[in-house]
């Protein structure tokens, strides 16, 4: 399969993947659905392994070459994350103003 310019190392650390599916929709017809998830490893033989953005981590689904999917882009930086996680820590709380 084709990794389309990320390394195995990259998609095993967890890259960010938008995969289409076509679904089946209440009014009758079908149409091209995006979700995205976070790679957790790959697998020559069958492909990659996706945990899809608000699904339990026994729900991971195999993406292949048969499957029409891109990378998306990395919403945080890989450090951004911990500065928003600590931003404030060791900092007093704001006291309301006096009045």
Same mark, same amino acid.
């Given at each position: 399969? %084709?990794? /389309?310019?990320?390394?195995? /190392? &990259?998609?095993? !650390?967890?890259?960010?993947? /938008?995969?289409?599916?076509?679904? &089946? ?6 149409? #091209?659905? !995006? ?5 957790? !490893?790959?697998? @020559?033989?069958?492909?990659? /392994?996706?945990? +899809?953005?608000?699904?339990? &981590? ?7 070459? @048969?499957?029409?999917? &891109?990378?998306? $882009? %990395?919403? =945080?930086?890989? +450090?951004? @994350?911990?500065? =928003?996680?600590? #931003?404030?820590?060791? #900092? $007093?709380? $704001?006291? $309301?103003? !006096?009045?």
């Amino acid at each position: 399969m %084709d990794l /389309r310019g990320k390394t195995v /190392r &990259e998609v095993e !650390a967890g890259a960010r993947i /938008r995969v289409w599916y076509e679904e &089946e929709q209440d009014g009758g017809g079908k149409a #091209r659905v !995006a979700y995205l998830g976070t790679t957790s !490893a790959y697998s @020559a033989a069958e492909g990659l /392994r996706v945990l +899809f953005d608000g699904y339990d &981590e026994s729900e991971q689904e195999v993406v292949d070459a @048969a499957d029409e999917w &891109e990378w998306a $882009p %990395d919403l =945080l930086g890989p +450090f951004d @994350a911990v500065r =928003l996680k600590l #931003r404030g820590v060791g #900092r $007093p709380k $704001p006291q $309301p103003a !006096a009045g």
